[in-house]
């Protein structure tokens, strides 16, 4: 069946960089990948999201610049390298699927069929 398992959080400094990992498996057809998160208390947001026929990309506005989505088809693995962690980045980080297609749907979550468990990132000093 298919699966998305989340690795790579823990803690950090503010100013450090964390990459956290997402890989699917039993998928039978071309998917786009999202990375959201979600703070206690806060609304689910989107991060970032990567196309798999394309490489198109989305980033949010609060993460612009920092966080950078890649993928690894061979390995089916999507990466979100996150640089320049501030403390109000401190979330679960979920990956979740959608169907392939020219552009991923970014944060509109419910788009999304398949989620992983998720991941903590906490940015702390």
């Known amino acids: 069946q298919v699966q998305l398992v989340e690795s790579g959080g823990g803690l950090v400094q503010p100013g450090g960089s964390l990459r956290l990992s997402c890989t699917a498996s039993?998928?039978?057809?071309?998917?786009?990948i999202g990375w959201f998160r979600q703070a206690p208390g806060k609304e689910r947001e989107g991060v970032s999201c990567?196309?798999?026929?394309?490489?198109?990309?989305y980033y949010s506005d609060s993460v612009k610049g920092r966080f950078t989505i890649s993928r690894d088809n061979a390995k089916n693995t999507v990466y979100l390298q996150m640089n320049s962690l501030k403390p109000e980045d401190t979330a679960v980080y979920y990956c979740?699927?959608?169907?392939?297609?020219?552009?991923?749907?970014?944060?509109?979550?419910?788009?999304?069929?398949?989620w992983g468990q998720g991941t903590q990132v906490t940015v702390s000093s």
């Open positions: 979740a699927a959608e169907r392939g297609g020219p552009s991923c749907s970014g944060s509109y979550f419910w788009a999304y069929e398949y």
């Open positions: 039993g998928f039978t057809v071309d998917y786009d």
């Open positions: 990567i196309s798999s026929s394309t490489g198109y990309t």
